[in-house]
């Protein structure tokens, strides 16, 4: 067994790795850019180099800088993760040639499973059913739009090379072709460095299921069961489970031996998934991925086993540790990915600092995977994904228990998050009775992408003691028995109560508190509000830094509040309100006019700009097209009209709400 390891890769695969790595008594080298120096990986390595700027080109994708570091620190042996060179048949050589060991298939392995062309040929080889479609290399746009008309509208345009939803679009009829085909090869370009493409026949309501081989160099192959990926969006999955609930032990048992015939056929080493789409009990390969995947914690859940302790022990030339006979498999496991992105605006990227991050218990029945910690920065420059949640128990039903009440706990403020799509999907009906496909997001968007229910009375509690805790006080030297100077509202006649406008999404909300007494202020307190038409008894105990324990009426409700000036955060079952106090005096301003301010709904790079200034445009014209982490998206045009100004050019960083041109209407 080798003594040190490097790992080519960042964020929370890097800190997995390094986890067994430190458990198997083997030193842990991370490399890091620029932008990540100050890390969850960096600082949990043994040893860190620093392999270049902020852009993944120049350095995690930079195959000498890492081979460089290996030398340096003194590594045996380099793990790529998942994601940037873990498929890159280029930089397993090159670490061969280095003297360093690759954790992973051979190189051979990596270029018949890179190219998803020339995979599902070998495959058509082997026996193994495909999806009816066009896998040659002529890449033509017209050669390619006469085979997508061929094989049959809908049809899937995917990047030949590289996976995670890059580079892929779904095409219902000719008339979008072309266009499709553009943004298809710019985000193959932009991910993989290649933007060969095939087109194949677009399944209605397929399920995604995946099976995890292992291999070793003693010419043994197992499958560690399968996976059920269905839930998806943007092509990407966002839950993974494990089994795959409702289907056959026939249709597991042939997925398995088909998956296992496939890296016998390539003579694969190590772990990798083999990837098949199924509909109406019939299955078909869709492509191999030559790594260790996302969603290997699932099977890990089920199984008891170490993913990468087995490929450090295969890599060191040990034989698999059991055979296929002795791998058991116990519950089942969901996983849910939880990304830095706004699931209302089409899942655009979101990038910050999380000023708050409070994770939920760890078990035995919940796991959390990640590689960020309270504040960290989300940049634009890398994949969004920021945390893994995974629960276990001994059924499905028992799991969805566990995993609801953990993203419940699960509290991040700084960037969005997709936690409350998520929270919708495992409370959905279907999702509960396992009816499952890779459109269930699109097909339930109204429930699931739905705007946020009104805070609750104790939510506006919180956020009025927030308010009140931080009222100035100011007391006269003079007179300090005064009434004035205390903050309960104090009047000469009447009740004391102070009027207070919180604004919550597009509504404000008008209250009247009536603080009982000044004393509260130190611990927690008591006081009474009145809020749509209802008057509420309120009392708060400070059970932590910005926990809060608030009764209403005699219900006692737990609410993490965050105060940030007149801004309150506020975090209660399961749910994240932003909410602001504000003055119904002040003068807020409006948004500029109606005229035409082109804005950007996301953080990116700017990769295309059609339009200059004084161009004519028609609605639904191509304006300018944004690249943020590795996802392109095209700004057109909300109209007819005229580009009166352009602010900004190819290349430039552009932050969220960022004006990209003024548009005027034509003239007359």
């Known amino acids: ?103 992973g298939p051979p190189p051979a392995a990596i270029r018949a499973m890179g190219s998803k062309s020339a995979a599902k040929a070998l495959m058509e080889q082997a026996g193994v059913p495909l999806v009816p479609g066009y896998h040659g290399d002529e890449q033509n746009p017209r050669h390619l739009a006469t085979a997508a008309g061929r094989i049959g509208y809908p049809v899937l345009i995917k990047a030949s090379a590289g996976g995670g939803g890059k580079g892929m679009r779904i095409v219902t009829g000719p008339g979008d072709f072309l266009n499709a085909l553009e943004l298809a090869k710019g985000e193959a370009r932009a991910a993989f460095g290649d933007d060969h493409v095939l087109v194949e026949k677009y399944l209605i309501q397929p399920r995604h299921i995946e099976i995890q081989v292992f291999a070793d160099t003693h010419g043994n192959v197992v499958s560690l069961f399968e996976r059920d990926c269905s839930i998806q969006r943007r092509h990407q999955k966002i839950i993974e489970e494990a089994p795959a609930p409702s289907i056959s ?19 694969y080493v190590g772990a990798g998934t083999v990837e098949f789409i199924a509909e109406d009990g019939e299955f078909y390969f869709m492509e191999m991925n030559t790594r260790l995947q996302v969603e290997h914690p699932v099977t890990e859940m089920i199984t008891g086993l170490d993913l990468v302790e087995w490929q450090f022990r295969v890599a060191a030339g040990e034989a698999l540790p059991l055979t296929q006979n002795e791998i058991e498999r116990s519950g089942h496991a969901i996983e849910v990915r939880i990304y830095a992105e706004d699931p209302a605006r089409e899942f655009a990227p979101s990038t910050g600092t999380l000023n708050h991050w409070r994770l939920p218990e760890v078990s ?11 504040g960290d920065d989300v940049s634009i420059h890398y994949d969004p994904m920021i945390a893994k949640l995974i629960a276990w128990d001994h059924d499905r039903d028992g799991a969805i228990r566990h995993l609801r009440q953990a993203l419940a ?116 307190g008591h006081f009474q509000f009145d809020w749509n038409d209802r008057k509420f008894d309120a009392g708060i105990i400070q059970a932590g830094q910005d926990r809060l324990q608030v009764t209403i009426d005699d219900a006692i409700c737990p609410v993490t509040a965050l105060h940030h ?26 948004v500029a ?76």
């Open 364 to 374: 035995a029945n919940i796991r959390i995977d990640s590689g960020v910690r309270q």
């Open 409 to 524: 706990g699960f509290e991040v403020d700084g960037v969005r998050t997709n936690l409350d799509l998520l929270r919708r999907i495992v409370a959905h009906p279907d999702f509960v009775g396992a009816v499952l496909d890779t459109g269930f997001i699109s097909r339930r968007a109204e429930d699931l992408l739905a705007d946020v229910a009104p805070p609750p009375a104790a939510v506006f509690a919180a956020t009025l003691h927030c308010w009140l805790r931080d009222l100035p006080r100011h007391v006269d030297p003079f007179d300090p028995y005064s009434p004035w100077n205390t903050r309960i509202a104090w009047r000469l006649n009447g009740s004391s109560y102070q009027d207070v406008s919180i604004y919550d999404a597009d509504t404000i909300h008008a209250i009247r508190v009536y603080p009982i007494d000044d004393g509260y202020f130190q611990d927690g």
């Open 1 to 103: 067994m080798f003594t040190a390891v490097l790992i080519a890769n960042r964020g929370e695969i890097a800190c997995r790795i390094i986890r067994t790595a430190r458990r198997m008594g083997l030193r842990s080298i991370a490399v890091f850019s620029e932008a990540d120096r100050n890390a969850g990986h960096v600082a949990l390595a043994d040893e860190a180099v620093c392999i270049g700027p902020a852009p993944a080109r120049e350095s995690y994708l930079d195959i000498e800088r890492i081979i460089a570091a290996a030398r340096r620190t003194g590594a045996q042996t380099v793990h790529p993760g998942y994601g940037f060179l873990s498929e890159n048949a280029a930089f397993a050589e090159a670490c061969a040639q280095a003297g360093l060991i690759f954790i």
């Open 249 to 267: 032990e026939v249709q597991r048992l042939t997925m398995g031996e088909a998956a296992c015939t496939a890296a016998r056929a390539i003579a």
């Open 593 to 668: 006019g109606a005229s035409g301010r082109i804005t950007t709904a996301m953080p990116g790079r700017v990769v295309a700009v059609a339009v200059g200034p004084g161009d004519r445009v028609a609605a639904g014209d191509l304006l300018v097209t944004i690249e943020a982490m590795k996802v392109q998206f095209r700004i057109v045009a909300p109209r007819a009209g005229v580009i009166a100004t352009l602010r900004c050019g190819l290349g430039d960083l552009v932050e969220d709400g960022a004006e990209l041109a003024i548009f005027e209407a034509a003239p007359g």
């Open 565 to 590: 000036g007149r801004d309150v955060i506020a975090f209660h079952a399961g749910q994240r309100y932003a909410l602001r106090i504000v003055d119904k005096f002040e003068a807020t301003g409006g």
